[in-house]
């Protein structure tokens, strides 16, 4: 995927990472941190209605995965949209850590690949990290700026006692 061969049929969603520079073992998408800070941040899923207008914020994904998958199965179709606001916090899908490990990573991949998309179409981006047990710390800064400014969510991972133990 990284030498650029693409084709009609790009189920991976190769075009979001072409030209990108890569980060450690598992080869994340290297993200640039925006120096830029929100004051005030909407859902992607309240930004993406058709009634929302307050452009004077940031687009985060802080809310269950089913609301913004949309975003990875069609990117172009929110772009303009996207471009409006002031900034976005890279996607936040989930990792669980009843889920196998190789989903956990390809959910950090894909936030990553949306991340480097969005910023070379012209949009600043603060990353997201993800973590849950000991098994994620290998890789959920892969692809992230070191000492620069990062965004994590608590969106469900502090429900239960042992979830917030991990968080």
Same mark, same amino acid.
């Given at each position: 995927?990284?030498?650029?061969? !693409?084709? +009609?049929?790009?189920?991976?969603?190769? $075009? =979001?990472?072409?030209?990108?520079?890569?980060?450690?073992?598992?080869?994340?998408?290297?993200?640039?941190?925006?120096?830029? =800070? &929100?004051? #005030?941040?909407?859902? !992607?899923?309240?930004?993406?209605?058709?009634?929302?207008?307050?452009?004077?914020? /940031?687009?985060?994904?802080?809310?269950?995965?089913? @609301?913004?998958? *949309? =975003? /990875?199965?069609? &990117?172009?179709?929110?772009?303009?949209?996207?471009? #409006? $606001?002031? %900034?976005?916090?890279?996607?936040?899908?989930?990792? @669980? *850590?009843?889920?196998? =490990? &190789?989903?956990?990573? /390809?959910?950090? @991949?894909?936030?990553?690949?949306?991340?480097?998309?969005?910023? *070379?179409?012209?949009?600043?981006?603060?990353?997201?990290?993800? $973590?849950?047990?000991?098994?994620?710390?290998?890789?959920?800064?892969?692809?992230?700026?070191?000492?620069?400014?990062?965004?994590? %969510?608590?969106?469900?991972?502090? #429900?239960? +006692?042992?979830?917030? +133990?991990?968080?």
């Amino acid at each position: 995927m990284k030498d650029g061969q !693409f084709n +009609n049929y790009d189920v991976f969603h190769a $075009f =979001l990472v072409q030209g990108a520079d890569y980060d450690g073992y598992f080869e994340m998408p290297k993200v640039k941190t925006s120096d830029k =800070l &929100p004051c #005030k941040v909407v859902t !992607f899923s309240k930004a993406m209605s058709k009634a929302f207008s307050d452009y004077d914020c /940031w687009v985060v994904f802080y809310e269950h995965d089913k @609301y913004f998958e *949309r =975003l /990875w199965n069609n &990117p172009k179709q929110y772009l303009n949209k996207l471009k #409006k $606001f002031k %900034g976005v916090i890279s996607p936040d899908f989930s990792l @669980y *850590r009843n889920m196998p =490990l &190789p989903m956990q990573i /390809w959910n950090t @991949y894909r936030g990553r690949a949306l991340a480097v998309w969005l910023q *070379r179409s012209g949009i600043e981006v603060i990353p997201n990290v993800r $973590f849950n047990d000991e098994r994620t710390y290998e890789f959920c800064f892969n692809g992230i700026e070191k000492n620069k400014t990062v965004s994590v %969510g608590t969106h469900g991972c502090i #429900k239960s +006692n042992i979830d917030r +133990n991990f968080f």
